[in-house]
Nanobody, 119 residues
Framework: QVQLQESGPGLVKPSQTLSLRCTVF?????????WGWIRQFPGKGLERMGI???????YYSPPLKNRTSISRDTAKNQFSLQLTSVTPDDTAVYYC????????????WGQGTQVTVSS
């Protein structure tokens, strides 16, 4: 069974950088799957932020491209999210997930972590 676990601060100040880490168990982030970050705003649907492929290439949602960075640490089997210049509108539950590219679906998800942007 593949398991993913998000970690990082639950509170971030406006204008600062939101940083989260995802640790993967039961699979390698260098396998043929990709690995992504998704967020859910309060009372709204899911927003896909971006993915990092097994070769390390990152792809971002166009509206977030200039603020988002996804990177990885293969030695620790982890991948990370950096979202700069945050505002209260970035308050959401953030998920990491495995992305099955041929099936066009996220098949394994972390439990999600609440991040609040507030002074």
């Amino acid at each position: 069974q593949v398991q993913l676990q998000e970690s990082g601060p639950g509170l971030v100040k406006p204008s600062q950088t939101l940083s989260l880490r995802c640790t993967v168990f039961g699979d390698s982030i260098t396998s043929h799957y990709a690995w992504g970050w998704i967020r859910q705003f309060p009372g709204k649907g899911l927003e896909r932020m971006g993915i990092i492929a097994n070769d390390g290439t990152a792809y971002y949602s166009p509206p977030l491209k200039n603020r988002t960075s996804i990177s990885r640490d293969t030695a620790k089997n982890q991948f990370s999210l950096q979202l700069t210049s945050v505002t209260p509108d970035d308050t959401a539950v953030y998920y990491c997930a495995r992305y099955d590219r041929p099936r066009v679906m996220y098949d394994y998800w972390g439990q999600g972590t609440q991040v609040t942007v507030s002074s």
